[in-house]
């Protein structure tokens, strides 16, 4: 039996108008948002830090969100894009970092223009951003460390999530993609989509777009394609689901005293050997 392969998220790209992503923090995860049709997977600092029980705010280490993001990868026929955050330092760390997660497969990253340590976009407060020349040049670095033509580098900025207008956005973004950066990302905490449309009347299209409709999930995908929009990441409604589920899974079992309301609620254990590829592992042990 052989790993699985999978094709590069450029070239999921190049086949694709519009490439809908999923948020995940596991391997179990990403299996469901394939199975669900999805392109590729987000592995989210959310998501992971959150698995962790902790802030998504730097604390764990570029060390472990590769681990993470790489065993994603592991278990997929689709490309992981990984959530680097900052970059994990300065300029020497994401030229590490590039070279640490193209290692393990993984063939497309961003990082985004706040300081490290940064804190998660949906936290109340300032958000600082780091200067648009020097991120910039971050990305550069990043570009000139991979080796091969097929990392894909996501520049994210925050200029939305910091307060800042959408023109510094546009400006911020025409900087990172004239630094290399193959595709910008820009990301809002507006409650509406009003303020990406608008990003996106200004933004001339040198490289493509990438949105995160979080906090205005009514955008139909056919409309997003149609503002211009080349790939959407559902970033974190699998992490959200999964404490609701749990949450009510946990509580019925032990406040009914045994599991029978949820049974009918809860996937077999059948659908969870179906998900280990169970009978092909077997096939190794005749
Ligand atoms: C993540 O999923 O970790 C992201 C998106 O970066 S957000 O949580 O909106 O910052
Ligand atoms: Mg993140």
Sequence with gaps: ?????????????????????????????????????????????????ASRGLPDASILSMTEYLEAAANIQKALRIPVVADCDTGYGGKLNIAHMVHEFEAAGITAICVEDKLFPKMNSFV??????????????????????????????????????????????LERC??????????????????????????LQGWDFRVPVVIVPTTYPDWHIDEIKQAGVSVVIYANQGLRATVRALRDTYRSVYENGDSMAVEDSIASVQDVFRLQSLETWQKLDV
């Design 174 to 199: 025409r900087i990172y993609a004239d630094s290399g950066a193959d595709a910008v990302l820009v990301h809002s905490k507006a409650k509406s989509r009003e303020q990406i449309a608008s990003f």
């Design 124 to 169: 109340a407060g300032a958000q600082t951003l780091l200067g648009e020349q020097e991120f910039a040049a971050r990305i550069a670095v990043a570009k000139q460390a991979q080796s091969t033509g097929e990392m894909y580098v996501i520049a994210r900025t925050e200029a939305l999530i910091s307060g800042l207008t959408v023109d510094v956005a």
């Design 1 to 49: 039996m052989q790993r699985l392969s999978y094709p590069s998220f450029r070239s999921v790209l190049a086949e694709n108008e519009i490439v809908r992503v999923a948020g995940a923090n596991h391997a179990l995860g990403g299996l469901l948002a394939e199975e669900a049709g999805f392109q590729a997977v987000w592995s989210s600092s959310l998501e992971v830090s």
